[in-house]
């Protein structure tokens, strides 16, 4: 689940991108914790994309999840981590308001006081796009 920076959450009418942290193993593999998002507000969501969204119950509290289905109401979001919970099997669907932002690109943070080598394979993995999973739609419906 990430939290946005101060910084993000006021200039978000201004720029359409922003910044993430990702924070629990919710959407592992696809994130993990620590990495660094960035987002696309107002982006258009389609199933399998990956989303910033307002937590329906706890609304100061902002999930990352994958939108897996359009439903009546809103959207149906799963964690990619079955085992994480903490998604619609828990709270429904979401209504549209409360999906923010479409995620884009994931970056890790440089890791301290590694290996040369270990720094290396940072270097070669440290952005990656996320991409939309097409086949997480019917694959995940199904939990």
Not at 60 to 81: F, M, P, Q, T, Y
């Amino acid at each position: 689940m990430p939290e946005l920076s101060q910084e993000t959450e006021s200039t978000r009418a201004v720029l359409p991108f922003g910044a993430a942290e990702v924070s629990g193993p919710s959407m592992v593999p696809t994130l993990h914790h620590g990495d660094r998002l960035v987002v696309q507000y107002g982006a258009r969501i389609r199933p399998g994309d990956v989303v910033v969204l307002r937590h329906p119950f706890q609304q100061d509290l902002l999930v990352v999840k994958r939108a897996v289905e359009r439903r009546e109401g809103g959207w149906w979001v799963l964690g990619d981590n079955p085992y994480a919970g903490g998604d619609s099997t828990d709270y429904g669907v979401v209504p549209p308001e409360l999906v923010l932002a479409r995620v884009r690109l994931r970056y890790r943070p440089l890791p301290e006081g590694r290996s040369p080598l270990a720094l290396v394979r940072w270097a070669f993995s440290v952005v990656r796009p996320v991409r939309a999973d097409r086949s997480a739609s019917s694959r995940l419906r199904a939990r």
